[in-house]
């Protein structure tokens, strides 16, 4: 069963910084894209960014300079360093990941969230 754990949510004062961590665990023959996603109260969940195994990302234009994302693939990990953080930014964030599992077919996996608030 494969998991994805995140971390790293928070309280953080507006211009503030935190940094997101999400690790894939279980049967997983390869990872193929790694992402974060958000859902602000009142919203429909959005893409903030992703990172392809071959290194290619793709940003949320509300983000770009702002956020970064990166893996260690041997970890299984993705980060998301978030700085600049606006009010805007609050959200549940969600780890997601593409990838093949124990029977070897692409699968799509989700983390439970972790709550990001930013204080004006």
């Known amino acids: 069963q494969v998991q994805l754990v995140e971390s790293g949510g928070g309280l953080v004062q507006a211009g503030g910084s935190l940094r997101l961590s999400c690790a894939a665990s279980g049967i997983i023959l390869s990872i193929d894209t790694m992402g974060w996603y958000r859902r602000a109260p009142g919203k429909q969940r959005e893409l903030v960014a992703d990172?392809?195994?071959?290194?290619?990302?793709n940003y949320a234009d509300s983000v770009k300079g702002r956020f970064a994302i990166s893996r260690d693939n041997a970890k299984n990990t993705v980060y998301l360093q978030m700085s600049s953080l606006k009010p805007e930014d609050t959200a549940i964030y969600y780890c997601?990941?593409?990838?093949?599992?124990?029977?070897?077919?692409?699968?799509?996996?989700w983390g439970q969230g972790t709550p990001v608030t930013v204080s004006s």
């Open positions: 990172l392809t195994s071959g290194g290619s990302t």
């Open positions: 997601n990941a593409l990838l093949v599992g124990r029977n070897g077919f692409k699968e799509v996996h």
